[in-house]
Structure formats: C-alpha cells, structure tokens
C-alpha cells in the first residue's frame, strides 16, 4: 500500500510532537517514580506509546503504528532522554506490540476497542523488553504481575482512549479531511468509531 506524501509528512509532524512529549513525561516519572516506586509509576506508561493509536488511526494503513512509536522513541532518545538507548529499543518493541493490534483485524478496524487493545499489547512488549532487558530474576512474581496489569490498563486508557479522544477533537475542525479518518465510515450504533470501508 502506497503512502502519499501528505501521510508521511504528518506522521513525521505527530512522531516529533509525541518524541518531545515523550521527553517530559519521562522528566516527569523520575519524581513520581521516586515518591511511589516503579512499579507505582506504571500508571504513566500509555503516554510514551500513544504514538502508534494517533498516527494509526489518522492514516489507516499497514506499519503506521510501528513507524510512529518507533520514530517517536527516536526524538525522544535525540532530545535527550535520560533512559538513553533503551528509549529506543522499548520503542521498538512498543511499536510491534501496537501494530499487532491493527493486524489482527486486517487494518481495517480502528474503533475505540481495537484503539484500546493496541495500547494494551504495547503494554505487554513493554514487558516483555524489560524481562529482555533485566532478565526474569529483576521481578518478584507479584510485581511482575502488577507491573504487567498497570501497564496494561494504562496503555489502554492513557494511550488507546486518549489517543482516540484526540483525533476525534482535532478531526471535528476539519484539520484532517484529507486523509483516511475522513473516508472512514461510522459504526452502525451511531458512535464515533471509524472502520475501513470495505
């Protein structure tokens, strides 16, 4: 599938603009990490992959979610993140979990449900990067596990929800009428779900 020059200039545009946010937020977690512990800090965790649901659910097309994450953890690292290399290989992995969730459904779902389920997948790479990372003797079975959840629910809400409450506002000014979200159809029950038209 081609991509138009237009889709690309915008996913460099949104994968900067998340970079540097990414860049705060990771500023901000050494604080609240240090007054609730890691493991309590997880709750942040689905802004560094919110990348992937905005730029997907913009373009629409196959790789958009890597892509983004990916090169979003790329500005993040190039700007200056004190995670230093592994900004960018969890982004790397964040990225790949993110764009199972659009493969599943054959790139043409990108409801608020498949939205939340690629914040949650990226969720569990993140995991699965750190047991890579630290190896399993890092965790105890309890924070691994709690660790795992938290990633998962914040993915979900902080990078799925948030993502899509996001487009759907800067769609409404009619700043993206030309580009895949537009050309999407609504869901039967009147919701402001967009799916691929067939």
């Known amino acids: 599938m081609n991509w138009k020059i237009k889709e690309v200039v915008l996913l460099v545009v949104l994968s900067v603009a998340c970079g540097v946010l990414y860049l705060g937020w990771s500023t901000l977690w050494i604080p609240i990490s240090a007054l609730v512990g890691p ?5 942040m965790f689905g802004i560094w992959v919110i990348a992937s649901p905005i730029v997907a659910y913009i373009i629409q097309k196959p790789g958009a979610a890597f892509i983004a994450e990916v090169a979003a953890a790329a500005v993040e690292l190039l700007t200056g993140s ?3 290399l592994s900004a960018l290989l969890v982004g790397v992995f964040q990225g790949i979990g993110a764009e199972i969730a659009f493969a599943l459904f054959r790139y043409k779902k990108y409801n608020l449900p498949v939205l939340m389920l690629s914040g949650a997948i990226a969720g569990i790479f993140n995991i699965i990067y750190s047991i890579v990372a630290n190896g399993f003797a890092y965790y105890t079975t309890t924070t691994l596990v709690t660790t795992l959840v938290i990633n998962i629910i914040s ?4 990078g799925g929800l948030l993502g899509k409450l ?3 506002m800067i769609a409404k000014t009619g700043a993206l009428d030309q580009y895949a979200i537009r050309t999407s159809t609504r869901t039967k029950d009147g919701q402001n779900d967009f799916v691929v038209r067939q």
């Open 39 to 43: 493991v309590g800090a997880g709750f």
């Open 82 to 84: 004190h995670f230093g």
């Open 155 to 158: 993915g979900m809400l902080l």
């Open 166 to 168: 996001i487009v759907d």
